[in-house]
């Protein structure tokens, strides 16, 4: 169970002052007053800011959150790639840490560590990754940027600390010799692309995928790009007869999948396919790339003929 606390914010709130100074000359008749007067008033006061609710974590304690349903786990061959923050200090450090990835929700919190606390973001899903970390009080920030190379069958990490009136980041591995992730024979491996966001509740997510239908093993290289060329999903598997490797996107976002193999002889193969927003409809569909014969490739779309409403609104009036 996470505890929260209120943090009461830097700065301090000024107390509003109103002074004023009148000026007077008399006549000397009636000793009455009878002259200009001037007012005096100080600067609006400096707003208190919010109190930061953050996540307590107590001395000593190890707390772990876990980002994307991936197939890298801490006891598989895939490892997955760890985010730290760590305070080695006496003093309690509050940090928010922002992890965002190109497809899919990332993890956004504010923790506020005991001496000698932990917190780790377990990273699931190989893919390109954002991190930002920011010192509370200091208002200091550090980034640093995770890949699909990052994952591995080594135990590898990025760690955040408090430095001097910064935060330091650091990181390591393991240094062992890893080759492609083997995917069985007749097993597959499917990540969840997406936040979920389908325009209706009757909008199908789409299937891409990497199948080997062959009677030979083969290693193949994939990336699963955004527009801009993020990489939400990427690796190099080795795929036996009848395994596949895919992800059901289920964002109605644009995504293209690149995939190449290598013949005995060193030649490389390549397929491109793009999957569109608008393949995004009521009909379950899939987009798979089959590997060949021949070393090559062969892509196909299936999809169920439902008709699914109009493809744009019509607009009526009556006169």
């Known amino acids: 169970m996470q505890r929260r606390t209120l943090l009461a914010a830097a700065g301090t709130g000024l107390a509003a002052a109103l002074t004023g100074c009148?000026?007077?000359?008399?006549?000397?008749?009636?000793?009455?007053?009878?002259?200009?007067?001037?007012?005096?008033?100080?600067?609006?006061?400096?707003?208190?800011?919010?109190?930061?609710?953050a996540v307590s974590v107590a001395t000593g304690e190890r707390l772990t959150t876990v980002v994307g349903d991936g197939p890298a786990s801490d006891d598989g061959v895939l490892k997955p790639h760890h985010v730290r923050l760590e305070n080695p200090t006496?003093?309690?450090?509050?940090?928010?840490?922002?992890?965002?990835?190109p497809l899919g929700a990332g993890h956004v919190e504010t923790y506020e560590l005991a001496r000698d606390a932990t917190v780790t973001v377990s990273l699931r899903v190989p893919a390109d990754y954002d991190v930002t970390v920011t010192d509370i009080d200091s208002d200091a920030a550090a980034t640093d940027s995770v890949g699909p190379d990052d994952f591995d069958c080594n135990r590898?990490?990025?760690?955040?600390?408090?430095?001097?009136?910064?935060?330091?980041?650091?990181?390591?591995?393991?240094?062992m010799a890893c080759g492609p992730r083997v995917v069985a024979a007749d097993d597959a491996v499917t990540v969840a692309l997406g936040d979920g966001s389908?325009?209706?509740?009757?909008?199908k997510p789409h299937g891409l995928a990497v199948s080997n239908p062959t009677d030979a093993a083969a290693v193949v290289e994939f990336a699963y790009e955004t527009p801009a060329g993020?990489?939400?999903?990427?690796?190099?598997?080795?795929?036996?007869?009848?395994?596949?490797?895919?992800?059901?996107?289920?964002?109605?976002?644009?995504?293209?999948?690149?995939v190449a193999r290598r013949s005995e002889s060193g030649e490389e193969a390549t397929e491109t396919v793009t999957v569109e927003?608008?393949?995004?409809?009521?009909?379950?569909?899939?987009?798979?790339?089959?590997?060949?014969?021949?070393?090559?490739?062969?892509?196909?779309?299936?999809?169920?003929?439902m008709f699914c409403g109009d493809a744009e609104p019509k607009n009526e009036s009556s006169t």
């Open 22 to 53: 009148t000026a007077s000359a008399g006549d000397g008749s009636d000793g009455s007053d009878d002259g200009d007067s001037t007012t005096e008033s100080t600067s609006d006061p400096t707003p208190t800011p919010e109190p930061v609710e």
């Open 90 to 101: 006496d003093e309690p450090w509050t940090a928010r840490i922002d992890v965002s990835r």
């Open 156 to 175: 590898s990490w990025t760690a955040f600390s408090p430095g001097d009136g910064g935060v330091s980041v650091s990181g390591g591995s393991t240094q």
């Open 198 to 203: 389908l325009p209706t509740e009757a909008t």
């Open 230 to 258: 993020a990489v939400a999903f990427g690796g190099t598997y080795r795929l036996e007869p009848g395994a596949r490797v895919g992800a059901s996107l289920t964002e109605a976002r644009e995504v293209t999948l690149r």
């Open 277 to 305: 927003q608008s393949q995004f409809d009521c009909n379950a569909s899939s987009t798979t790339v089959s590997l060949t014969d021949d070393g090559g490739f062969e892509s196909r779309t299936l999809s169920t003929l």
